[in-house]
């Protein structure tokens, strides 16, 4: 069998047992530190948890404001943390806005709120 300390396998374990270990407090500060947050009964301005349409150089998109930990870019769940989430916040029905994106500014027609 030999020495533990020899053991790669071993050594393997407790690596994984380190990283769940360290995943486990994470999880623990995000569930002690969450804050129930309740949506505006305004449609007329953007916020969390609103779902927006907008125009993207003539482009119709549908984009959802999420908390940090619900974004979903790929689903157009964007957080409010997020260059064109954070941009969009405080904005009601035909603002135009300019949302800088590591491509660039791209410009944002809003649509609708709901």
Same mark, same amino acid.
């Given at each position: ?6 053991? +790669? *396998? #071993? ?5 994984? $047992?380190?990283? =769940? ?7 623990? #500060? ?11 009964? @305004?449609?007329?301005?953007? @916020?969390? *948890?609103?779902? %927006?349409?907008?125009? %993207?150089?003539?482009?119709?998109? #549908?984009? +959802? ?5 619900? @974004?979903? /870019?790929?689903?157009?769940? $964007? +957080?409010?943390? +997020? /260059?064109?989430? @954070?941009?969009? =916040?405080?904005?009601? %029905?035909?603002?135009?806005?300019? %949302?800088?994106? /590591?491509?660039?500014?791209?410009? #944002?027609?809003? =649509?609708?709120?709901?």
């Amino acid at each position: 069998m030999g020495d533990l300390k020899e053991n +790669s *396998g #071993y050594q393997s374990a407790r690596e994984e $047992l380190g990283e =769940l270990d360290g995943r486990i407090l994470e999880v623990q #500060y995000i569930l002690n530190n969450a804050e129930i947050v309740t949506t505006a009964i @305004s449609d007329t301005v953007i @916020s969390l *948890g609103k779902k %927006v349409e907008v125009d %993207v150089n003539g482009a119709k998109k #549908y984009i +959802s404001i999420v908390g940090e930990f619900e @974004s979903d /870019p790929m689903n157009g769940k $964007l +957080s409010t943390t +997020s /260059p064109i989430g @954070s941009t969009l =916040l405080g904005k009601k %029905v035909g603002d135009k806005v300019e %949302v800088t994106t /590591p491509g660039g500014k791209v410009p #944002y027609i809003i =649509l609708s709120i709901a």
